[in-house]
């Protein structure tokens, strides 16, 4: 299709044209006015890492012993894992909200089409929704994270930066499954976003160390997002912290830069036709 | 007509292809301030094309289009900014209150706090909707959410009004209200346009309209211009026994246009009295007759066919 001739723009075309209003702020507000009244949603997301750290961090814990932390001192068993299970709830929590969220509101609400009819864009959309579960994400890690403090699982003052951390993987996260969700015909489609998750969040170091992998797989789950995420937050509750760590840093920078244009490029294609 | 320099909307050989569908074949239109212009078709027309691409949510394939002055492909908030769009489906928010529906739609458009709040009370009485401002959007019904969806579309104070086929599926006591709505806003200036395949609609409602078919204008004027032009003052309805064959033959004579229906014959003319004494004279006795004034259906029917379009 040939769009009419426009005076050229001199930036470079990454966002689609008049996609931003600079409003994204109003849908992030639509939200929490949404969840206000769907507090009990907002809960249980909380308690879902709470009882994975009870259940294996207590339970299993008592059996496992110690691990090797990032600097080979031991930690608790707990200790390893919650800074995992921090990583895989940041994770979690902006796939829910960036997928089947979105989705339903894309496809059975057209939410987004009747936004369209307002000054708001594609980007304030993107930002607004990957902006809310942010929040969402961030409310959920200063909860977890109050409560490892609680039962000691946080030895050093790095953990502070564990926060912010766990906002830029839920950003990323949030952006990517956004893109995805563009791509998704069906509900069915959703069993993708499962496969996708399920097998990270047990097999990228959460719950055991890089270690117990043989060279090639450890390779292969050096490679995943969550991998990138446990490392950084596990460096950061034990106070392992070094340079390298910027590498998984600018991962999710990467991440977050696809998966923003993607979105917005993919609602635009798919809203505006 | 308005003089192109006030038009609130102007399109010249405007096009829209989706894929190998033209859905738009290249229209021109000039709608001016204050006026309320309908699009007119069967499905399939191209109205609700021709009204995305005014309303800025479809990029034209080809062809010039100016809104409020503004190209919408280079000034699409802009424009969106100053109208009010009514979908042909309702896409209220389900999340939210009726109140509240008004209130956040107000928040896109950068409007604070307060005035969106003394705007949602405001509209909620023109909807007739203030009892139910605290419910959700579900359990209302069809017309309710209609009326809500339109002053949802007037929360920016709109210049320009656009409403795809609002009165679709509603029943008639629905359906007068809104148009008392519509109407009350055309007195206070808003210019509206509007798609609609209810010809009793666009005659109640429009100033002027196009006929759309297959995607191209076929007829252009204000209604009665358009029943002057395509059909003739009144229309005889006659009835005849099915198995015997009517004397068309006969009644061609009488009349400007007949036309020949499965059911009965549709005789065109300026006094459908003397055309019914006239056949009476010559011996003809249909089961039964009718004599009314022609409507836009007529000119509808002529010019887009009777075709039956999926």
Redesign the interface.
């Known amino acids: 299709m040939s769009a009419p001739a426009v005076p050229s723009a001199p930036l470079l075309r990454i966002f689609p044209v008049g996609g931003y209003a600079g409003r994204s702020k109003m849908i992030m507000m639509r939200s929490a006015l949404v969840y206000r009244r769907a507090w009990l949603a907002i809960v249980s997301g909380f308690f879902e890492p709470v009882f994975y750290l009870f259940a294996m961090g207590q339970g299993l814990g008592t059996y496992v012993g110690t691990l090797p932390g990032p600097n080979d001192a031991p930690l608790s068993y707990a200790a390893f894992i919650a800074p995992g299970l921090l990583a895989a709830s940041a994770m979690n929590g902006a796939v829910f909200d960036s997928t089947f969220n979105v989705f339903f509101k894309l496809r059975y609400e057209r939410l987004y089409d009747a936004m369209l009819a307002t000054p708001l864009g594609v980007v304030d959309i993107a930002l607004g929704e990957i902006g809310w579960a942010l929040v969402r994400g961030g409310l959920y890690a200063l909860g977890f994270l109050s409560l490892m403090a609680v039962f000691g699982l946080l030895t050093s003052p790095w953990a502070l930066l564990a926060l912010p951390a766990a906002l830029l993987v839920a950003f990323a996260f949030a952006a990517v499954g956004m893109a995805a969700t563009s791509y998704m015909r069906s509900w069915q489609d959703f069993d993708l976003v499962t496969l996708a998750t399920l097998p990270m969040f047990l097999f990228a170091t959460t719950f055991y160390p890089l270690s117990v992998y043989s060279e090639p797989v450890q390779r292969i789950v050096q490679c995943l997002p969550l991998y990138h995420a446990v490392e950084l937050m596990r460096g950061l509750t034990t106070g392992a912290v070094d340079w390298s760590m910027l590498w998984h840093v600018g991962y999710f920078v990467v991440m977050i830069a696809i998966g923003v244009v993607i979105a917005a490029r993919r609602l635009n294609a798919l809203l505006l036709r | 007509m308005p003089g192109v320099s006030d038009g609130l909307v102007q399109a010249r050989g405007l096009r829209k292809?989706?894929g190998d569908v033209h859905a738009v074949r290249g229209i021109d239109v000039d709608v001016g301030r204050g006026e309320v212009f309908g699009f007119l078709g069967p499905n399939g027309a191209g109205k609700s094309s021709a009204m995305?691409m005014i309303?800025?949510?479809?990029?034209?394939?080809?062809?010039?289009l100016q809104v409020l002055g503004m190209?919408p492909?280079?000034?699409?908030?802009?424009i969106?900014?100053r109208i009010g769009?009514v979908?042909q489906?309702d896409?209220?928010?389900?999340?939210?209150t009726v109140r509240?529906n008004l209130e956040?739609?107000g928040?896109?458009?950068?409007m604070s706090r307060a005035a969106v709040r003394a705007k949602a009370t405001e509209l909620l009485a023109f909807a007739q909707l203030t009892d139910r401002e605290g419910d959700e959007v579900e359990p209302l019904s069809g017309g309710m959410k209609r009326r809500l969806s339109i002053v949802r579309?007037l929360v920016?104070d709109p210049e320009l009004l656009l409403l795809d086929e609002p009165t679709t599926g509603l029943d008639p006591q629905a359906r007068h209200l809104l148009w008392d709505r519509l109407y009350r806003l055309k007195r206070q200036g808003v210019t509206q346009l509007i798609t609609t395949h209810y010809m009793d609609e666009a005659e109640q409602l429009c100033d002027r309209l196009v006929v759309m078919d297959g995607g191209l204008i076929v007829a252009e004027g204000s209604p009665a211009e358009l029943i002057g032009r395509y059909s003739t003052r009144e229309v005889v309805e006659l009835r005849f026994p099915l198995d015997d064959a009517p004397p068309v033959a006969e009644l061609e004579q009488l009349v400007e246009r007949l036309e020949v229906l499965p059911d009965r014959l549709l005789l065109y003319a300026a006094d459908g009295e003397a055309v019914l004494a006239a056949a009476h004279q010559i011996g003809i006795r249909p089961l039964s007759s009718l004599v009314r004034r022609s409507t836009l259906e007529d000119v509808f029917l002529r010019l887009t066919g009777r075709r039956l379009v999926d």
């Open positions: 292809d989706s995305r309303a800025c949510v479809s990029p034209r394939s080809g062809g010039t190209d492909y280079v000034d699409g908030p802009k969106r900014a769009v979908p489906l896409n209220l928010d389900a999340e939210l509240q956040v739609y928040r896109y458009f950068g579309s920016n």
